[in-house]
Structures are given as structure tokens and as C-alpha cells.
């Protein structure tokens, strides 16, 4: 018994300090909560980039994949896209699987322009988006919901920032009454980034006058007013990015009566002016054209022409005088 104790002791002595001596009983207790053959438990996560960026009428792929707690889970699934904003912006795409499929037929697509890339079962849930056009910029969030056995759901909070770039494009450029028989001239653009407008026509150089910022409702949309048309001519818009430059012009002409007032005044954009002038020279044409193939026709008879032989218009006029003698050579 003594021999023993000593020998229990020794074993004891060698153990280093700091190290710790499980018991079997200690490994079976924690065996439960604990699979040395598998990977940790997963939690739920999403993936996404910060930013897309695609140009305008092309095509955009929005990268999702996720990650959840449920292994091997093969139940009913369903994918959903949001715009604007996470959880109750509005849905731009979904699509289901049944239980066991990894077909995810798609339930929502407006215009059919949005089609799931990635595999839900697979943890993907990559869309594209075709046809681009500006009002698609903006922020998208992707979701994913269990609905067998496991009801759960998860949904990205910061989302991914579509970009849509383009060119510049001059949507309208207007002129408009003002008061006291003054005219003001509007020039509204489009693009992404917002444009730069400018104005320049007579009396302005080739300067420019401030640009408003950008809308709240249509932030790739700006707007410049020409607030006083002084002069007669021909005023253009200029609208740059850094994707290029856009520019359309009017014309502005007043007819002024015998007092000096202005009694009208006719704005046409370039196109306009070369079709009225177009349209004139066709008219001008025609009339001429019809002129010298129905040729203006008198009522009263043709006045009688002189014969050609002198002895007839000497006969005509003496018809009691005597003849002419009539030499021969």
C-alpha cells in the first residue's frame, strides 16, 4: 500500500506545472457538444461587394453568396432581391425551390430583365441584370428564406451600390416666356456622372452660367436656366462628364413691328430652322414646276399677228393707190 502511494506520487511529480490532466469522465461529458470529424459550426453570414459598376443598356452581375447554421438542409427555399433599401424595399426579383430541387423557378423578374446566376442550394445567390438603365442605379439586397422543417431567413444590411455610368444626353432644351415680353431658355441633360451644363450664344462668349445641382428625384438629371434671352440668335447647351460631352442648340428670332415693339418671336432648335427652310425651297419648286406645265391661259381672243409679205401690208394699207412696180434683177 505504501509502495503504492509512492509511485502515484512520482507520476504526479512529473506532470510540468500549467499543463491540465483530463479524466476520461471529463472527455465523455463534452463529447455531446463536440465533432472532431466536421468543420465548426457555420453562422449566418452574406458576401457581397461594396460597389457594381456597368455602363448604360449593358449587362450587371450582383455577386451574393451566404453562409448558415443549418447543415445539409434540403428544404423549400426562396431567393429575393430588394432595391433602395433592406428589409421592406421593394422586390425586384424572387424565385422558389421545392423541397429536395435545386431549380429555382423565378416568381418575380419586371420586364424579364433580371435572371438568378447562382445556385441557392449551393449558397449563391448571384443576379443579373440586363438592359441597364439609369433609373437601375441604386442599392440592392439579397435574402434567402428556409421554409420546411427550418423556418429562418437572412438578409444582407449594407447591400451592393449599382452604378450606372453614361454618356451624356441632352433630354430637352426649351424656350419659354418670361415677364414683361422677355424669353428664357431651359436645357435639361442626363448622365452618369451628373453632366456639367453650360450656356453660350450671343452677348455670352463662351461662358457659362451656375448649373443647379443635381434633383432629389432624378439625381443623373440637372437642369440650367438662361434666365434672359437679350439678343437674337442662336444659343447652344453644353453638357460634359467624364464619359463625354452632349450639346443641342435653339434659335431665337423676334419681328418687330412699325413701333419698334416686339410683337412675336419664333424659337426653333437647329432641325427646326433647316426643315422650314427645306420645306420652302420644295414649295418654291413646285409652283415653279406647275407654272411651265399649265401655262396661264387669256380669255380675250389673240390680237392679229402682220404678215410677213410687204406687198400684202402695202395692198393693206393703199388698196387705191397704184402697184408698186415689182423689178427683177
Sequence with gaps: MEGSLRLLACLVCIVPMGSLVRTKRDTTVNLPNTDVHSAPTQRWSMQVPAEVSAALGEAAVLPCTFTHPHRHYDGPLT??????????????????????????????????????????????????????????????FCRVEFAGDIHDRYESRHGIRLRVTAAPRIVNISVLPGPAHAFRALCTAEGEPPPALAWSGPALGNGSVKVPGPGQDHSHQVTAELPALDHDGRYTCTATNSLGRAEASVYLFRFRGASGASAIALPLGVLGLKALLLLGLLAARATARRCLEHPVTQDTPPRPQAHESNYENLNQRSPRGPRAAVYSP
Design 79 to 140: 431567393a429575393i432581391w430588394r432595391a433602395r433599401e433592406p428589409y421592406a424595399g421593394p422586390q425586384v426579383f424572387r424565385c422558389a425551390a421545392a423541397r429536395g430541387s435545386e431549380l429555382c423557378q423565378t416568381a418575380l423578374s419586371p420586364q424579364g430583365r433580371f435572371r438568378l446566376l447562382g445556385n441557392p442550394r449551393r449558397n449563391d445567390l448571384s443576379l443579373r441584370i440586363e438592359r441597364l438603365a439609369l433609373a437601375d442605379d441604386g442599392r440592392y
